[in-house]
């Protein structure tokens, strides 16, 4: 029993981490495994319009190369807005999420959890942003500020989802290509909905 409590103590000891803690042992490792992701992609893969390349891991998952200027599953990207407005967004959430730690509004261990995840997120997409553009064939003559604005997230992960056709037709059942990133934002997401439900539930019981 004494052996079994002591496996525990260090899985304990995450949960309650410091926000500094927090970046070094969860935020840290999910932003490089992002940005290595993406870079096998950058390296390994032509430009879109350059070529095309589709590993084919199973009959529904592919790894493709995408490259998107708006959020996450592509939402708005193509648009003239989209790169300057996306730019700036992660800087106020930045901001926002590090002013809510400061007053205590992430106190519960999920909610914690969750912003570690949403940082990874949010700084794997913001530093393509800020490189990604300098390495495009098409704007290689192009002025510092002209190659900053062309700037995108590079997606790679293709997964088709049974009835997800039926939901977008002109999907034919793909789900939008999507990076780790978007992975560590969507489950941060999920994370906060769960942990803001359980302490609404807590306060109602207490009050009973």
């Known amino acids: 029993m004494p052996t079994l409590r002591r496996r525990y103590i260090p899985i304990l000891t995450i949960m309650n981490l410091s926000f ?3 970046l070094l042992c969860i ?10 992701s993406k870079w096998w ?22 790894i493709i190369r995408v490259h998107n200027q708006g959020v996450a599953f592509g939402m ?23 002013y809510c730690w400061k007053k205590c ?27 990604q553009g300098f390495h495009l064939v098409e704007f290689a003559g192009e002025s510092f500020w002209k190659r900053l604005s062309e700037g995108y997230v590079v997606d790679f992960i293709s997964i088709w ?6 939901i977008m037709p002109s ?4 789900w939008p290509t999507f990076n780790i990133a978007d992975s560590c934002i969507c489950i941060a997401a999920g994370l ?6 359980t302490e609404e539930k807590k306060k109602s019981l207490a009050t009973k």
């Open 20 to 22: 500094r803690n927090l």
């Open 27 to 36: 935020t840290l490792p999910l932003f490089l495994l992002d940005q290595i």
């Open 41 to 62: 992609i950058v390296l390994s893969f032509p430009e879109p319009g350059y070529g095309v390349r589709d590993i084919e891991l199973t009959s529904w998952f592919h």
């Open 76 to 98: 708005g990207n193509g648009t003239t807005w989209a790169p300057l407005v996306f730019f700036f967004v992660p800087l106020l959430a930045l901001t926002g999420i590090r």
């Open 105 to 131: 509004v992430f106190h519960s261990k999920e909610s914690r959890i969750a912003v570690s995840l949403l940082l990874a997120g949010i700084f794997g997409n913001f530093t393509d942003r800020l490189f």
């Open 161 to 166: 989802l049974p009835g997800f056709g039926k």
């Open 171 to 174: 999907s034919q059942g793909w």
């Open 192 to 197: 906060l909905f769960f942990s803001g439900f």
